[in-house]
């Protein structure tokens, strides 16, 4: 478990699943993080990097994604050396146990998905786009192609996110269906708005897209 003074979170869904090293970032109080994406990233990368190696993934290859709001799937099934982005995806799945993937969120849902039993994992980046996109269905069935994860063995968890009444969608509640269309039984939900806690996490639509981000963080152990 991460140390309760760091400005992460973890889940029971996940922590439960064993194997696996997982957390969600929060806000970081007094860091000036009003400005675009890139400087905001920049400005909270020395937290992050802190949190990822609480976390015992710190030495281990950072695998991100582009993150074009579309439906993109990246795989890693081979190992990686150093730090990598891969360019227009909004999904990352893998079976390798010396990477740790990481995904950013202000608003959107970062979605987790972990196959105890092939040994296999997968973050999504799902907002409105994503979500109609069906990305979370894609990554399931790529996990299942590439690894022959089955849906019935898969936890999955939705990470904070915007909902009603601040956006006009419940794109948590189709992300879910969505789940269980793909036959997954184990679905988990924080159930928890990022614009009604700004306490804790930032927000793009409330903060009128000058805000930080949260880093969705999951790997093999």
Known sequence: MLHPDLLAE????LTQCGGVAHCFTSRVAGLDVAHDK??????LDRVHREIRSALGE?????ITAEQV??????VISGLKERDECFDGCDGLITNQRAVCLGIYVADCCAVFLVDSVRGAIGLVHSGKNGTELAIVGNAIAQMAAEFGSAPADLVVQLSPCIRPPHYEIDFAAQIIAQC?????????????????TLDRYYSYRAEKGKTGRMLAMLALV
């Open 10 to 13: 973890q889940f029971p869904a």
């Open 38 to 43: 890139a400087e905001a990233l920049s400005r």
């Open 58 to 62: 710190g030495r281990q290859p950072f």
């Open 69 to 74: 709001h579309g439906r993109k799937i990246g």
């Open 180 to 196: 269980r269309e793909y036959g997954v039984e184990k679905v988990h939900d924080s159930g928890v708005c990022t614009a009604c």
